[in-house]
């Protein structure tokens, strides 16, 4: 779409393959999430809560989801609308050893 220049397309499915990105982390689905960063999906996509994958996947999965993610290029330090930095919710999970060393290197 936007080699035609169809830019309303082109912002729409963007739009909608983040959503499904963020979707596939939420149910960790890793291999759907892969498929959608090899289509282009922004990694640091935020989410209307402001959040990123990242955020979803450290409240929710374990670090293999985390480290893969941190390797994509999402960026640990955004905070949602809720002043959520993903590296606090790892601490309130109680695995924030292992998801801060993923989210520092």
């Not at 282009?40 to 809560?49: L, V």
């Not at 994958?53 to 670090?63: N, P, S």
Request: hydrophobic share 40%; with cysteine.
């Amino acid at each position: 779409a936007k080699e035609r220049h169809y830019e309303q397309i082109a912002e729409y499915l963007t739009g909608e393959l983040n959503r499904f990105f963020i979707g596939a982390v939420i149910d960790n689905d890793r291999a759907s999430a892969e498929e959608y960063g090899q289509l282009g999906a922004d990694f640091s996509h935020q989410d209307e809560q402001q959040r990123t994958a990242l955020h979803y996947a450290t409240e929710m999965h374990d670090v293999a989801l985390v480290e893969w993610l941190c390797v994509g290029g999402c960026n640990p330090n955004v905070a949602d609308v809720h002043g959520d930095y993903p590296i606090i919710l790892a601490a309130q999970k109680g695995m924030f050893d292992q998801h801060v060393t993923m989210m520092v290197r």
